[in-house]
């Protein structure tokens, strides 16, 4: 089964662009079995589906639900967790790597950095603290190796720890834009109808492929070196971010506790 692992709507992202039922649309046009609904920090996009379409329309398709949460410490992971498990505290963005871990293997879930090796603040080999962070990438499930909008080198030296590290790899177009979806895929030799099958997959380490093509509509290569200026407003834009939530983020902690 082939599926983009890395997706952005409309609903769920605040820079996506288009909707969900346009994605699944694409994508089956392009012979897409499924996809990873991976939106920044909420799964407004997936409820989006589960809402209007899911047993409406696109009944052969596979809708997983999955998230981009922002660490405070690693840049973006990508988390799945079984479709019964629903925890607030990821959309709550800010927790450190090393807790987001526990909370996520403790509920039955698997997570793995996205673009690895991409911008600063955003991926876990360019945060502050990359060489700590490395430290814990035995304990991911898995990596994202290869993004359609990362740069060749980017996946190059993503697919390379992967390989150090021995785990498996996906593939997203990281899709923003109608233009790009469905630029890189996954395949899985498995049936993946639910979450769980994906989690079981990952688990028992079954034969996972990726790769794709490269999207040069990104913004970082259309505003040039600006870009830096926006990575940099990122940054405080998550640190805010986390502080704000600190409080509702300790609650949802003491819950799981």
């Not at 790597?97 to 526990?102: A, E, K, P, R, S």
């Not at 720890?161 to 996954?186: M, N, R, W």
């Not at 109808?193 to 290569?221: A, F, M, P």
Request: proline share 2%; aromatic share 10%; with cysteine.
């Amino acid at each position: 089964m082939r599926f983009d692992m890395h997706c952005h709507t409309k609903e769920g992202s605040m820079d996506g662009k288009i909707t969900i039922e346009d994605f699944i649309s694409i994508l089956i046009d392009k012979g897409y079995d499924g996809m990873l609904v991976s939106d920044h920090n909420s799964y407004m996009g997936y409820r989006e589906w589960q809402k209007t379409i899911k047993g409406r329309k696109f009944r052969d398709f596979v809708v997983l639900k999955g998230i981009e949460y922002d660490t405070i410490d690693a840049g973006h992971i990508l988390v799945i967790m079984p479709e019964n498990v629903n925890l607030k505290i990821l959309e709550l963005r800010g927790l450190p790597v090393q807790l987001l871990i526990d909370i996520v293997h403790k509920n039955g879930g698997i997570l793995g950095p996205a673009h690895p090796c991409g911008e600063k603040y955003l991926s876990i080999t360019n945060t502050r603290k990359h060489r700590n962070q490395l430290a814990v990438m035995d304990r991911f499930d898995f990596l994202e190796g290869f993004n359609a909008c990362e740069t060749v080198q980017s996946n190059r030296s993503a697919s390379a720890i992967a390989e150090q590290f021995e785990k498996p790899q996906f593939g997203g177009s990281d899709a923003h834009k109608a233009d790009c979806v469905g630029l890189a895929y996954t395949d899985f030799e498995d049936r993946i109808l639910c979450e769980s099958d994906l989690i079981r997959c990952v688990r028992n380490k079954r034969i996972i492929s990726c790769g794709g093509s490269y999207y040069r509509g990104t913004t970082k290569e259309r505003i040039g070196r600006a870009n830096s200026i926006l990575v940099q407003s990122f940054w405080f834009y998550n640190r805010l971010g986390s502080l704000w939530r600190r409080r509702r983020r300790a609650m949802e902690i003491h819950k799981l506790v």
